[in-house]
């Protein structure tokens, strides 16, 4: 295992819940991080901006709260993710505030910048950046991020095609601080497996849209229980990024998933409103969701994960 750095060091379970574009919100932020995980939120789900400082000292607020009340249970910390790409305009004054409330944790996406991270650390700040392959994950490394976020093939959302026993192990051949893996994590047991392979957490967000607390339809969270890896379609139609979608949300929009022509990545746009309207219509998801067998909240959620994860271990010891 790694040498953690201080928010990361003390979790009761080693998860950390992936930042869900339009559907995390403050609500289901909160629910992980008083259930023992990481919780964390895109700033850009605050709409309209200034609606992050509300949230910011929502969360803040609340889990002071709750460690105060339960110091022997205290939450895990949250983290924000900040999309750094140069279609995000909002980028400056989003990390602004997040400086401003001393957030434990950054998750930075799309792009890695040495002001950025510069400015997590002001106050003591973990970043940990996103990455698909071995030469982004040098890069963010080389920019300032403290761990990285390996996201291979099978994960909800921008995912990559990677083998995550490839990606893991090349990373490990460097680097030897915290790392997350992402990639159809669903199961206690699969959260073993990806410490067994080398990373120090795993990285769940498809499982967390089929909770109560999230912020989508109905339809999308039964969508969620009701199919499974066969229903996940890969195209960079949506955003000019490749990531992975959810089949019948692709058909109610009018397009046949099997038919779909490619994007322009030089089109790529993730800071405005016609990028929010994209991920509302159509739904993103891992392939990892053939797992999941009702909507419930995110507390029951993460119990039942630390029982999978407690009996697999006991299954490896037996």
Known sequence: MSQLPGALAHLPLPIIGSPLFIVSNPKLVIAQCIAGVVGSMPALNARPASQLDEWLAEITETLAAHNRAHPDRPAAPFAINQI????????????????????????TSLGAREDINAAAHSHGGVVLHDIINNAFARKAIDKGADGLIAVAAGAGGHAG??????????????????????????????????????????????????????????????????????DIVYTNLF???????????????????????????????????????????????????????KVQKAGDFIAQLKREYEEARQRLCA
């Open 84 to 107: 750094v790409h140069k279609s995000n305009d909002r980028l400056e004054q989003d990390m602004a505030l997040c400086v401003k409330y001393k957030v434990p944790i950054y998750i």
């Open 161 to 230: 095609v990677k083998s995550p026993f490839a990606l893991i192990q090349e990373i490990r051949q460097w680097f030897d601080g915290p790392v997350a893996l992402s990639g159809s994590i669903a199961s206690g047991g699969a959260v073993l497996a990806a410490q067994a392979m080398g990373a120090d957490f795993a990285y769940i967000g498809s499982a967390f849209i089929a909770t109560e607390e999230a912020r989508a339809s109905q339809e999308y969270k039964q969508a969620i229980v009701d199919c499974n890896s066969d």
């Open 239 to 293: 955003t000019g990024v490749h990531g992975n979608y959810l089949a019948p949300s692709i058909r109610m929009a009018g397009l046949d998933p099997a038919k779909l022509p490619e994007s322009d990545p030089s089109k790529m746009n993730f800071g405005g409103d016609v990028a929010a309207k994209a991920w509302k219509d159509i739904w993103g998801c891992g392939q990892g969701i053939g797992a999941i067998d």
